[in-house]
């Protein structure tokens, strides 16, 4: 299926932004745990560079950002290649923000700063009020500026697909005499087809030629085109593809990782190209940046969808017995999707759990080993088998449970008709004060819900509930997502998930009610801060 062994394909860098642009998608926000979290997931990923986020925007994402940088981008032994990513932080083209980056990634074994800066005559005229004169110059202090303090440093010139393309050829052009050693072309706003896209990424190359400055690509999915021209621009010259987890991110999302990475693997016979992902890790991975940010993965989305190896056609099935090929252009093995050589279940011991776990991705200490096992078995207890997606819901349950905020300790609901759907609640809030609460609902989840209300005390609304099943058959934990907002119209999402239902639909409400608390408070702190 390649073209040549792994020597002779050129090597591809892959920038993700799942924790900076991802997080820009509305109610993914990300706490500090978490990020550092997925962090180590991208890394054991094998991610190149890993963007942690935009330090100049708050304190908690300055913090968050360091703690990376000290804790990940120091760390290459379970890499690979045997080094540690590089971590990058965005930085607008002021030098505040630029001296936010480097205080962030400064840490790092290989520190990166991304700054960036609009080009295109819409937001020369309307946002930035800047002359193309002016823009240069502010190109050039801030690539610059950044390469006095970092040696790794990434120009993007925003909007770049709607820039006139020799003003854009100017620019880069200045960003790469100023230090800069890759330039980011954007296309903000979705707007290129494949074909256009290319032809302006070949551009910026011949315009760079005979620097050692990496030429990169950044697609958005306005028109379901990122991962088509994230490809293209490959195809042209680009060697650097910034892309996230699950295409999350601002608006319709951003060019997906797994998608580029696994066309780069399986179309090796039309694009030379290889990258250093271990692609076996991409299931686990795209399971957890869903679980951290309560974003689910639409059912046929490529690669790590529910559906993406399902066939349910009679031909299709025949087909498959026969021969996998006929039917699959790529086997799931190769992206984790596999079947679990580990069995689990209620006769299970401490060893093979541990172990199951390793494989997973999750190196948990003997304190939350031992919790997490508690829990495993009890789960075993409720369901014949458990599998690798039960063991990623109840860690991702006891993993947030135990991240500060109100706890649910148990609950009884008395339901039917005739009658009033009643809900008792006993609940643990953050002082480790006990709270019993009984309320009147609409339905059971409903009464739930004002009893939870009562204890926590928020001014919240309820946005958007969803119930799905983990895995199949009667004993299936089931997992709920919500997202709720408070009279701010800050959104927080909340997972929860539970062989109960109505339990799985508390565990996600107070999931989503304690972010939006530590939200709140963020906020509160930030203000205080400027003031």
Not at 245 to 263: C, K, S, T, Y
Not at 375 to 380: H, I, Y
Not at 402 to 418: K, T
Request: hydrophobic residues 40%; negative net charge; aromatic residues 4%.
């Amino acid at each position: 299926m390649t073209a040549g062994g792994e020597g002779t394909r050129e090597r591809v860098v892959v920038f993700d932004t799942t924790l900076r642009d991802g997080e820009q998608s509305p109610g993914a926000t990300l706490g500090a745990v978490a990020k550092l979290r997925l962090a180590r997931q991208l890394s054991l990923l094998g991610v190149d560079v890993i963007e942690a986020g935009f330090p100049a925007a708050s304190s908690d994402d300055l913090r968050a950002v360091r703690r990376i940088a000290e804790l990940v981008g120091t760390d290459g032994s379970r890499r690979a290649e045997g080094r540690p990513p590089t971590v990058c932080a965005l930085a607008r083209a002021v030098r505040g923000d630029i001296d936010a980056a480097w205080a962030g990634v400064r840490s790092a074994a290989s520190p990166r700063i991304h700054t960036f800066l609009a080009t295109s005559e819409i937001h020369r005229q309307h946002k930035l009020r800047l002359t193309a004169e002016q823009t240069l110059d502010r190109i050039r202090d801030a690539v610059s500026y950044a390469r006095c303090l970092c040696p790794d440093v990434e120009f993007s010139p925003e909007d770049a697909s709607r820039t006139e393309i020799d003003f854009l050829c100017e620019a880069v052009a200045v960003a790469a005499v100023a230090g800069a050693t890759t330039i980011n072309v954007p296309d903000t706003v979705g707007y290129e087809t494949p074909t256009e896209f290319g032809a302006r990424i070949a551009r910026v190359v011949e315009q760079l030629a005979g620097t050692p400055v990496i030429v990169s690509a950044h697609c958005h999915d306005d028109l379901g085109l990122a991962t088509a021209n994230s490809v293209a621009a490959l195809a042209a010259g680009a060697r650097q593809v910034e892309v996230t987890v699950n295409g999350i991110g601002e608006r319709a999302g951003n060019a997906a990782l797994e998608e580029v990475v696994m066309i780069l693997d399986a179309r090796a016979d039309w694009l030379s190209l290889r990258t250093g992902i271990d692609t076996t890790r991409i299931a686990e991975t795209s399971r957890l940046v869903s679980d951290l940010t309560g974003v689910r993965v639409q059912p046929h989305k490529a690669i790590v969808g529910a559906n993406a190896f399902a066939h349910e056609s009679g031909i299709h099935q025949d087909g498959i017995l026969k021969n996998p090929a006929t039917y699959e252009i790529l086997c799931p093995e190769a992206v984790g999707l596999g079947p679990s050589v580990l069995v689990l279940g209620k006769h299970s011991g401490r060893h093979a759990f541990r172990v199951r776990l390793t494989e997973l991705g999750y190196d948990l200490e003997e304190a939350a080993l031992d919790s997490a096992f508690a829990a495993f078995k009890a789960l075993a207890d409720r369901k014949k088998n458990v599998g690798d997606r039960d063991i990623e819901a109840m860690l991702g349950d006891l993993l947030e449970s135990g991240a500060g905020g109100h706890r649910l300790v148990d609950l009884q609901v008395v339901s039917g008709r005739p009658g009033m759907p009643t809900a008792t609640v006993r609940i643990i809030d953050p002082d480790g004060v006990e709270h019993v609460e009984v309320a009147v609902g609409t339905g059971p989840v409903d009464a739930v819900y004002r009893a939870i209300d009562r204890v926590v005390g928020t001014e919240s609304e309820l946005l958007e509930f969803n119930v799905h099943s983990v895995t199949e058959g009667i004993d299936a934990q089931g997992k709920v997502t919500v997202h709720v907002s408070d009279n701010k119209g800050r959104v927080a999402s909340g997972v929860g998930a539970d062989t109960d239902i109505i339990v799985a639909s508390a565990k996600a409400y107070l999931c989503g009610l304690n972010r939006l608390s530590a939200s709140v408070a963020q906020a509160g702190a930030s203000a205080g801060r400027r003031t």
